[in-house]
């Protein structure tokens, strides 16, 4: 299918503290096949005013994919209007509101961010979190993640912690999905592992799950042709 015969386009939503290039190595790839639309998380310190203020910029119908906070936003877009939303792929994300471990993690990397800087707290608490042990040898993957980091920032760092910390438990959302649904899950994701796509799968009716070998929390990256693959054939299907 060319560009031109696809009257809809593919947003594609980025996670905490991830910019579009996120998604560099899809990007080539899915344009080719659907016109993408890349929107930054929004300024703000709710989910519900993040996707609402993506949805108001986005067409009438639309795929939509998001990757771990972009997941959690594309939760609520489905909550504010199914009916727009024509196909969804959720990658490395949860439906669930943070566990307790979750909520210390992240006010230990608030702390440390706060007293021994940004970039190096980033470095030493969140880049564990994102790439598998094999990832992390990657010394241009490793840099990749860091200045994605450096161009969102402390702040709007700190605006997102907090839309993370108060937004709603998407878990009886699941059974409502009426839309083809790819779910992507690298198989070392230390923060959202397969288990918990797993049960999305069993609560999504027209859902297809692939977990990714030797790959971490940012597939897209880890694995960027398996995703690109993936991704592809989800838009092109016209039905899972």
């Known amino acids: 299918?060319?560009?031109?015969?696809?009257?809809?386009?593919?947003?594609?939503?980025?996670?905490?503290?991830?910019t579009r290039d996120l998604w560099k190595f899809q990007e080539k790839a899915l344009q080719q096949t659907i016109p993408c639309i890349?929107?930054?998380?929004?300024?703000?310190?709710?989910?519900?005013?993040?996707?609402?203020?993506?949805?108001?910029?986005?067409p009438d119908t639309f795929a939509v994919a998001g990757l771990s906070m972009g997941g959690i936003i594309a939760?609520?877009?489905?909550?504010?209007?199914?009916?727009r939303v024509?196909?969804?792929a959720l990658l490395d994300t949860s439906p669930l509101p943070d566990s307790k471990e979750r909520k210390e993690q992240r006010i230990q990397f608030l702390k440390q961010a706060e007293s021994k800087g940004f970039e190096k707290?980033?470095?030493?608490?969140?880049l564990p979190l994102m790439l598998s042990e094999k990832g992390r040898r990657n010394h241009e993957l490793n840099?990749?993640?860091?200045?994605?980091?450096?161009?969102?920032?402390?702040?709007?760092?700190?605006?997102?912690?907090?839309?993370?910390?108060?937004?709603?438990?998407s878990s009886n959302l699941l059974s409502s999905i009426q839309c083809p649904t790819l779910l992507i899950c690298g198989e070392q994701d230390a923060l959202t592992p397969p288990g918990i796509h797993l049960q999305m799968a069993e609560k999504i009716k027209l859902s297809k799950l692939e977990i990714i070998p030797e790959c971490g929390h940012l597939t897209t990256l880890e694995a960027p042709d398996e995703v690109c693959r993936l991704m592809t054939e989800w838009i092109n299907e016209r039905g899972l």
């Open 1 to 18: 299918m060319k560009v031109s015969d696809s009257p809809e386009k593919l947003l594609l939503i980025p996670g905490h503290l991830c």
């Open 38 to 58: 890349f929107p930054e998380i929004p300024h703000s310190v709710s989910i519900h005013e993040m996707a609402k203020r993506i949805l108001d910029q986005a």
């Open 75 to 83: 939760f609520e877009i489905i909550r504010l209007a199914p009916d």
């Open 86 to 88: 024509s196909k969804l």
């Open 121 to 126: 707290a980033v470095n030493q608490l969140w």
């Open 143 to 169: 840099d990749l993640v860091i200045r994605m980091a450096n161009r969102v920032g402390m702040k709007r760092c700190v605006e997102q912690i907090e839309a993370l910390w108060g937004r709603q438990d």
